[in-house]
């Protein structure tokens, strides 16, 4: 399995959030979400995420599986901080912050553009540090020389509740990816697929055929993980063959990934068909009730969950309107 994918992986541990029945762990999960939501105080949001830390030591993962799935998300964590910092404009200013461009910054900035495109194709070992490097000399002969002709200004405020509301964000996304992953990494993909079936047995008064949704759901989290497995050796195969996806010109790039996605769509069928005659062969019959060798049974540590679930949203309740 690859080691950097966390979603739709399972972890083989011995804790009681393993031993949880996969309905208990899909209604609280749930149920925490929405808490997540519901929550408006910082304080109450810290409280929230060092219970979602107390859950995942609990849970004898290691804790680097989850930094892992944090990690895949960074992009986002950063946009999203970054958007509620420069754009909400609430409360009073905390900061300024004012940028004047000049002919000098606008050739320091055209240098380091260029330095790191030519770094990408040329320099191999120590490229980041090679251009930090140049990017703080750039910076001391910007703030030591800078005597040239201003072309425009722009200046930057920072406002209390932007910060705020930005944290509060940050929380909630690496609260919900947390208590994702760790539904996946404690939950085999068949119990998943069982609990989700039983959980939402009501959807079919509403004529929701629930065990193929519930069928599929479980497919895709099992073949993520071993797609993006054979992505990765498609993409070794061709690197021996002397493709480069990193470089080149546009066109060129467009011609390796079609190289790549071909040969995922010819295998992803094939898995597809492969897995369609194996569940024929078993006598799978889509929509019909299918019997189950291990039915799920709630334990005691089920109905504390539930019990402890529900204390919880009360009190975030009873927060939410005091404060």
């Known amino acids: 399995m690859n080691g950097k994918l966390v979603f739709g992986q399972y972890y083989n541990a011995s804790s009681w959030v393993h031993r949880l029945d996969p309905r208990t762990k899909l209604i609280c999960l749930f149920a925490m979400m929405i808490g997540l939501f519901v929550i408006t105080n910082t304080y109450a949001l810290l409280a929230a995420l060092g219970l979602v830390l107390v859950l995942i030591i609990s849970s004898r993962i290691p804790i680097n599986k989850f930094f ?38 606008l050739g320091i900035v055209i240098f380091l553009l260029v330095l790191f495109i030519v770094m990408g194709k040329f320099v191999k070992k120590f490229r980041i540090i090679t251009f930090l490097l140049f990017f703080f000399i750039a910076m001391y002969v910007q703030y030591s020389l800078d005597t040239s002709r201003l072309l425009f200004s722009y200046s930057l405020d920072i406002y209390d509740q932007g910060m705020e509301s930005a944290f509060k964000i940050l929380i909630r996304i690496i609260s919900l990816i947390s208590l994702s992953s760790l539904l996946t990494l404690s939950t085999k993909p068949s119990d998943l697929n ?46 021996s063959r002397g493709v480069d996806f990193k470089e080149g010109k546009v066109r060129e790039k ?34 019909e009730e299918r019997s189950k060798i291990n039915e799920l049974k709630y334990k005691t540590s089920d109905v504390l969950t539930y019990i402890t679930t529900a204390v919880i949203l009360t009190l975030i309740v009873v927060v939410k309107i005091v404060l």
């Open 68 to 105: 892992q799935g944090i990690k895949m998300m960074a992009m986002l964590l950063v946009f999203t901080f970054f958007f509620q910092v420069v754009f909400n404009r609430a409360g009073n200013i905390v900061a300024s912050f004012t940028f004047n461009m000049t002919v000098l910054n």
């Open 194 to 239: 069982n609990g989700l079936e039983s959980v939402a047995k009501p959807l079919k008064y509403l004529r929701v055929n629930v065990s193929i949704l519930s069928m599929m759901v479980s497919i895709a989290l099992r073949f993520i993980p071993t797609l993006i497995n054979e992505a990765n050796r498609i993409l070794k195969a061709q690197a």
């Open 254 to 287: 467009i011609t390796q990934i079609v190289s790549l996605l071909i040969p995922m769509f010819v295998i992803a069928y094939k898995r597809a068909e492969e897995l369609a005659n194996a569940m024929e062969a078993r006598g799978y019959i889509p929509g």
